[in-house]
Each structure stands twice: as structure tokens, then as C-alpha cells.
């Protein structure tokens, strides 16, 4: 499957962004999809991820401002970032998984090639 991440962009703190995700190829709806981010100078970071089945997660630095939803018809996974904060500057990743841990970045077998998010003070 082969992924194509758009809506990074320049945003002030408060605001907000919706990232999407478009995959190609295979059946979309049999995968597993997540979102990761990488801020400059800092490691990869899980954000968010979806199952095939639609239950969602999040990570705690983002539970309660982000939300990730997928679109089977449309083939696309979503990130909506509401209440942005200078610390979630970074490019972001959307990512597609069979089977795995899903804040496992070593599970994602398919990786877009990001978006960068930046959210000024």
C-alpha cells in the first residue's frame, strides 16, 4: 500500500489542522492505520492509531485535543488537532500495520512521507 500524507502547515497555538492520510494499493480496510510524529532533534513518537475495526487510540500528550477517524470508502485516515501547542511542532507520519502493538513504530509495515506541522507562539 502506498501512502500520501497532506495538511501540515503553519498554525498559530490554539489552532487547529486536519491531517489526511491517502493510501493506495491493497485493500485499505484490511489495515491498521496510525499516525507518528518526529519533532527536530527528538526520537519518532506514537500520536494516534485506528484498527481495521475502527477502535482508536491515542497517546496521552494528545488525548482530548486530537482525534484520528478513517474513511474506508474514501481510503483515507484523518488526524484532527484542535487546541495546537508549540510542542506539537514536528512532521507527521501516517503509517499502515497487519497485525502488531499499535504505538509500536517497528509494527507499521507501510510509511508515508510526512507533513510538517508548525504551530508558532
Known amino acids: 500500500v502506498q501512502l500520501q500524507a497532506s495538511g501540515g502547515g503553519l498554525v498559530q497555538a490554539g489552532g487547529s489542522l486536519r491531517l489526511s492520510c491517502a493510501a493506495s494499493g491493497r485493500t485499505f480496510s484490511n489495515y491498521n492505520m496510525g499516525w507518528f510524529r518526529q519533532a527536530p532533534g527528538k526520537e519518532r513518537e506514537f500520536v494516534a492509531s485506528i484498527s481495521w475495526s475502527a477502535n482508536a487510540f491515542h497517546a496521552d500528550s494528545v488525548k482530548g485535543r486530537f482525534t484520528i477517524s478513517r474513511d474506508n470508502a474514501k481510503k483515507t485516515v484523518y488526524l484532527q488537532m484542535n487546541s495546537l501547542k508549540p510542542e506539537d511542532t514536528a512532521v507527521y507520519y501516517c503509517?499502515?500495520?497487519?497485525?502488531?502493538?499499535?504505538?509500536?513504530?517497528?509494527?507499521?509495515?507501510?510509511w508515508g512521507q510526512g507533513t510538517l506541522v508548525t504551530v508558532s507562539s
Open positions: 503509517a499502515a500495520y497487519v497485525s502488531g502493538t499499535y504505538y509500536d513504530a517497528r509494527s507499521y509495515n507501510y
